[in-house]
């Protein structure tokens, strides 16, 4: 008796100072954002009112915020998909077949993760230039160089504009993920699919996919997370959310509006919408895509 | 058993050191702030005289003109009042200061902007917390005779800048100053033999002249750039009701002479060059800049910072910076130029106040004025501007040669969730010259977002 209580002791006491940790750095933040949406509040200083749910109700009317979020959702599906897929056909190729190079082109895909956003988005600045941007330049050979297309500054491209810049960004990783999991997919697997005669797509989704299925899974959480983060850097380095509010985030949004137009607490209004927007965005993934697991 | 009570015992440690270490640095946060409230009084009356021992914390953003102007003017100052000064410059001042802002602890001066990104000084504003520094106007400059207001130039003391809330208190102090205008190349007008336009009509006249040899009409940095641009035009166009229209007057925008500002943007847009609104964001501002130096578009509207920054840039044979206000409205009317200016300003919170006003008195001595100048910041001091040379007087001048000043912006509102100046009144040129809106839409957005304005407008 005395043995258990004294262990139970010790556990209390090694668990203690990360649960203090959490509890201060984590949880107390996340209430005290939700508590700070329901003031009206300039951020700076100790003068705030309490106005109740006033700054959701704005939230919900606001066109800002409609287009705002769009352009997120738009961002979550089209560059999950895209880099998904692109990641997975990669990882495919570079660990079931045999060709030239194969370090260097691993390289090659993830050194774009290396680097960071703001380079990255000086990178393609460069690129989407309309004058003397490689796109256009490119382009031009077949269009001709009249009516440059204006990447970063038209409001129906600008988005997409972004999206190819965020997928270049993560497929390295992910590619790199995938294939960490297929290299240990067993290759006798692969070998009686061969003698049944099986070709290298039917492979791939009856054999690769499925086995891989748990990693897939946990990626996609990580892409909905890392999506609504980085977006964020890539807006604020590549157009600050112009041109004329075209661009906007989910957190391009809410750093404008807290930061910049004395709103502190429709701000955090905005970030108790993304936090429950994306945890529930989590879980209802980890619910649709939650298959028994598959033992061999 | 022993092995046991060690680790218990160590893990008690462990919780207690960071129990300790929590207690360490939340305390002083908390207690600090009472403490130099308390105290500062007792110091001040013992150190009134002399000034001995009195601090003042200021803190400055540093700015194009460089960080040593700060420290060579507190040095001054302390030479001239012995007054401490605790001096925080920083290019990102918000971040710096804001953490102890939160906390209470606040710069008793602080040099910033309105119009800034972070918007600070407006959240300042709207919230009502600032120290009115009308006395500051009859404070003896430190270590001279004269007083600040002998010094001031006109009317930058009397503009909804200086006093936000219209009535008649100052509570921000004009700093540096830079006139705001169309930027062109001079070199290429001399060349073709153009003149520069005075009227709207004589600027389409040369837009189409231009367009004949490949040469737009105009090109801006960013969509911000047409707050001074748009006063000045509003100034013009609006004449003596331009107060109104700050005011957001109801119906202002459904008037005649705002009809004559719509066509105006709107045939400005189509003279715009094309590819603007691309790099019209803070990254690649530099190269709608470039265009005028490169000769692919005739003006841009800008102030006179922007021959610091384009100092490096390459540009087109016999290039050479011209200046000029907006053309007018109608023939013979009034030519304005928006002159853009930095304040300083106390926050409420504010400890050390009375040395604070003596600190801002002294910026306008001519010792503080000479440092200041030296690395080209220009205050609306009387008689500053002639003793200029070389370019700086040409763009110095421009109000001595006719054009109209404009000091005023659009007055204090509280602070509206959603809507912002910039984004009513600026950020849709991007989308006028892309044809993403017409000007009928934007106007439709400037008459509904006025009314919100009015609506929220500050009372004090």
Known sequence: MRQTKGRGLFIFCCVAPAIALFVIFMVIPTIDVFRMSLYKWGGYTADKTFVGLKNFQTLLQSEKFLRSFQNQILLIVIVTIVTMSLALIFAAILTREKIKGQNFFRIVFYIPNILSVVIISAIFSAIYDPNQGLLNS????????????????????????????????AVGYYMVMYMAS???????????????????????????????????????????????????????????GGPDSASHVFLSYMYQEAYTNSSYGYGMAIGSVVFTFSFALSAILNKVTKRDPIEL | MKKKLVSTLLSVAMVSSLLAGCGATTAPAEEAAPATEEAAPAEEAAAEETGEGQVVKVA?????????????????????????????????????????????????????????????????????NLVDLSDVMDLTVPGETAKVSDKMLGGFTNNTITQPYGDGKIYLMP??????????????????????????????????????????????????????????LMHEAFGDNFANVLQYGEGVWETPEAETIFAILDKLATYTEPTTPANANDDNFQKNQQLVLDNKALFMPNGNWVIGEMAEA?????????????????????????AWFEQVWMPGGAVNVDAGKQFIAFLYSDAAAAIFAE????????????????????YYSIYDTGAVAVLDAFAATESIEGTTIRGTFCDPINSLVTKDKTIDDWKAQIIKDNDTFRANLKQQ
């Open chain 1, 182 to 240: 297929m290299s240990s997919v067993s290759e006798s697997l692969y070998e009686s699919a061969d003698l049944e005669g099986a070709g290298k797509i039917t492979q791939f989704f009856s054999i690769t996919l499925p086995l891989i299925w748990t990693n897939i899974r946990t990626t996609l959480t990580f892409f909905v997370i890392s999506t609504i983060n980085m977006s964020f850097l890539f807006v604020k380095a590549m157009t600050n």
């Open chain 2, 175 to 232: 700093m540096f100053y830079s006139p705001c205008g169309l930027f062109y190349n001079a070199g290429l007008f001399a060349e073709k033999g153009w003149e520069v336009p005075t009227t709207w009509d004589e600027m389409w006249a040369l837009g189409d002249t231009a367009k004949a040899e490949g040469i737009s009409l105009f090109t801006y940095p960013t969509a911000g750039y047409f707050d001074a641009f748009l006063y000045a």
């Open chain 2, 60 to 128: 400055a953003v540093e700015t194009a003109y460089g960080a040593d102007i700060w420290k060579n003017v507190a040095a001054e100052f302390e030479a001239a009042t012995g007054i401490t000064v605790e001096l925080t410059v920083d290019k990102n001042l918000e971040d710096v200061i804001s953490p102890d802002m939160k906390a209470g602890n606040y710069p008793d001066v602080i040099m910033r902007a309105v119009g800034a990104e972070s918007g600070m000084t407006e959240t300042f504003i709207k919230d009502n």
């Open chain 2, 375 to 394: 690395k080209g910041a220009i205050q609306p001091i009387n008689g500053l501007a002639d003793t200029l040379e070389g370019d700086a007087k040409i």
């Open chain 1, 138 to 169: 490119i382009l031009g050979v077949f269009r001709g160089h009249k009516d440059p297309i204006l990447w970063l500054g038209s409001q129906k491209i600008v988005i997409y504009s972004i999206v190819i810049a965020m997928i270049w960004q």
């Open chain 2, 314 to 338: 390459p540009r087109a044979d016999g290039f050479e910076w011209g200046f000029t206000a907006l053309p007018a409205v109608e023939d013979g009317g009034e030519r304005a130029s928006y």
